[in-house]
């Protein structure tokens, strides 16, 4: 590329635009942003997008790691078309406003919610191996629907955080040169500079994981160097690429090179005379000159829309030349599902063998995988634990490994839990419809706590496959029995929590989690057999609870999911012996249940009637559905699974005798319902 005037001052109403954002707001970073205009600049510039058309799928995608950076991707949407007005811009960090603190995924132009450090040049692995498969599933020759790249921009921030480690060394395993990572080579974190806590290098950690190193040494001011730099990462085919770009943190400031400039706004007189310094009036606030918006519409905007044009052009011609392919990649563009796919959900009747909730959950999977194409996934090393992987499965590896193929749909993603789940926003996240998913012990999840929580506050309906879901775990014991796990999860807006009883109810939380468009699905599944139970069916269980068993005039309600469901129907056989009769409610999501009417709710726990939930772990959160709580509100133990549930008193007396007292506590009391709500 060659660079003009105009590039400079470009890049200088960046820097001020940013600024200002962030003083009027009297709260943000402006430090990163005039550090990484040149970047921002340059790359934006070559990148293959279109303002007006956010969503095409063969745009370029960037990512700004370190969200706290957000001012700067502000500005670039503003400059280059995106609908992201100067207004907006003035209402950075303001309640209600298009511009948050961070930036968030709904925003057009904003790929990923970044924030949490290391999330984001995680989600960008993610991208770029939704973006390899998709070509490796579309492209055809004469028809290169899709060749883009994803860039990124992290700091220290981001490569400090375990996470960032995980997904590296996953890419570089998997050969990502669509993968571009500017490194903000800074020095600078809040705490001061980096030598008091980060001294490693770098970039030998990251030629070690198999990517390609780069260096520009002066990124205030080089755009050549940054340009080249880029232009050499683009020729690097079988290697992912970090630019170690040095840059001075808050560039052109009175206190440029301090950690003071990190993450707070200018000094009114600092403010001024940089933007002085960078040629503009000190006395006013939110300037772009025409040359600039002229600048980015010829060298961004029209280029963007003229290759969005061809693209469905081709397309069009495309869908002529490979109809069945074609007529799939529009259908998933659509968002939508193959038309009848419900249909190959599997469905049991009660005198179907019993059978662990994981292996029934594979079982849809391999009923499944070639109806639904979109589904991609794979598990944290525990493919035979997880049992996530269909038989035809082919694994999604670099071709020249002879292992598999980037239009495969298994992903060996390692022991790397917290990666997996930052990886499969990603995915989510590049659009096509992909529907991702990972394979982890349920405990284990607590390691991708940060990323499920993106999940869920972004809207990638990702899937969790978490085995191994209680004490039933057995002998690993209490490391590897997922007590709390249940609470932690259910605690979080916006995401199914799913602990199936049957293989109905697995059937139903995948059907929930196949179609769901904003919210994440975590499906707890047990390790041991568990039997196909009398009253369960898809339509029941999707509402997220419903009576499984009843009798005339009951004397209590048993409330339980996952294996306790079975446990509480064999407790009401005692209890009828001694002439208490037990109504049996399965609850197998919390989120689903919810969303039900009152009506519904009460027709299922209604007042008057004491309510007992079983479940072996915590029973945190079922104050809103139970009067009285059978749980583990311990950590668990190490044994044979079934001296465990017998240890804890996870037995049908273990229950009935807890019944029986609840149904003496409560007795002559008046009851109302807790799902009865005051507002």
Known sequence: MTFTEIDKLAVSTIRVLSADQVSKANSGHPGAPLGLAPAAHVIWSQMKMNPKNPDWIARDRFVLSNGHSVALLYSMLHLTGFPLSIEDLKQFRQLGSKTPGHPEFELPGVEVTTGPLGQGISNAVGLAIAQKNFAATYNKPGFTLSDSFIYAICGDGCLQEGVSSEASSLAGHLQLGNLIVVYDDNKITIDGD??????????KRYEAYGWEVLYVENGNEDL????????????????????????????GSLKAGSHSVHGS??????????KSKFGFNSEKSFQ??????DHYQSTILKPGQEANAKWDVLFKEYQQKYPELGAELARRLKGELPEGWESKLPTYKPTDSAVATRKLSEIVFQNINEFIPEIIGGSADLTPSNLTRWKEAVDFQPDNTKLGSYSGRYIRYGIREHAMGAILNGISAFGANYIPYGGAFFNFLNYAAGAIRVSALSGHPVIWVATHDSIGVGEDGPTHQPIESLAHFRALPNIHVWRPADGNEVSAAY?????????????ALSRQNLPQLEGSSIDNAIKGGYILQDVENPDIILAATGSEVSLSVEA???????????????????????KQSEDYKLSVLPDGIPILSIEALSTI????????HFGLDRFGASGKAPEVFKYFGFTPEGVATRAEKTVAFYKGKELISPVRRAF
């Open 194 to 203: 980096t030598s008091i806590s980060f001294d490693e290098d770098v970039a």
């Open 511 to 523: 059907k929930a989690a196949f179609t769901s468009k904003h919210t994440p699905s975590i499906i």
């Open 265 to 274: 706004p200018l000094a009114a007189d600092d403010l001024k005379q940089l």
């Open 572 to 594: 009401s056989k005692l209890l009828a012996s001694k002439g208490i009769n037990a109504r049996v409610v399965s609850l197998p999501d919390f989120f689903n249940f919810d």
């Open 288 to 293: 772009v000159p025409q040359e600039v918006y």
């Open 224 to 251: 050549e160097a940054i340009a080249k730099a880029i232009a050499q990462a683009k020729k690097s085919v079988n290697k992912p690429t970090l630019i170690k770009m040095t840059t001075t943190i808050g560039y």
């Open 621 to 628: 959160g079922w104050g809103k559905y139970a009067h009285q």
